[in-house]
């Protein structure tokens, strides 16, 4: 069956502090990785997303992502979590054209001062 | 360019009412794609329609149904309303040419609460 699983609910990170969330999937096709963020209230802001080639991704404000497919994973990362990056965060699996895009149940992540 | 709009943001209906949803992709986009958000299930598929034609649908009952028209723009429309449809209807699009994968841009969302 296809999923993503992310392990973790809530995760609460100091201010300066780094952060990795946690991404794991199953998918029959080639898979296409997105993180997408989610403010209180708003719809989802794309991140980063992989389709091929390198497997360390650069995003959006300061974001990165490693592919291993030998595992599984894409898990998200940041050296400095800064307050305004509060929010709620989703990893999603997707295939060709036309197919849905399969999201976990997303990661909230509060940032202490 | 202008993202993905939706209309209305917010919407109370009562049970057994329905109601339509809009969406507006993003110009250029052909393909626009619909999930439900909820607390309890999460994002979830509801169907997704390009150049006017349903594509791809999820597990969802009937009475929720969508279209496109000819400028890309798309309507969901859900019929005799449940308390559990209350949620946040995501429309999501992407320009989907040549047939090759794309991302997916989301919308703000509609909040439609049922009562």
């Known amino acids: 069956a296809q999923s993503v699983t992310q392990p973790d609910i809530h995760i609460t990170v100091s201010e300066g502090a780094s952060l990795e969330l946690r991404c794991n999937y199953s998918y029959g096709a080639t898979p296409y990785l997105f993180w997408y963020v989610q403010s209180p209230g708003q719809g989802l802001q794309l991140l980063l997303k992989y389709f091929s080639g390198d497997t360390l991704v650069q995003g959006i404000k300061g974001f990165e992502a490693e592919f291993k497919r030998s595992q599984s994973s894409f898990n998200l990362r940041k050296p400095s979590v800064h307050w305004s990056d509060a929010a709620e965060y989703f990893c999603?699996?997707?295939?060709?054209?036309?197919?849905?895009?399969?999201f976990g149940k997303g990661t909230t992540l509060s940032v202490s001062s | 360019k202008a993202g993905v709009t939706q209309t209305p943001r917010y919407l109370i209906k009562t049970r057994g009412q329905q109601v339509t949803l809009s969406c507006s992709p993003i110009s250029g986009h052909r393909s626009v794609s619909w999930y439900q958000q909820t607390p309890g299930q999460g994002l979830q598929f509801l169907f997704e329609y390009f150049s006017e034609t349903q594509r791809n649908k999820g597990n969802f009952p009937g009475r929720f149904s969508g279209r496109q028209f000819s400028n890309s723009r798309s309507e969901m429309n859900v019929s005799t309303l449940e308390l559990g449809d209350s949620a946040l209807y995501l429309c999501?699009?992407?320009?989907?040419?040549?047939?090759?994968?794309?991302?997916?841009?989301f919308g703000p969302g509609t909040r439609l609460l049922v009562l």
């Open positions: 999501a699009s992407s320009s989907n040419i040549g047939g090759r994968v794309e991302t997916q841009y």
């Open positions: 999603a699996v997707g295939g060709q054209a036309g197919t849905a895009l399969i």
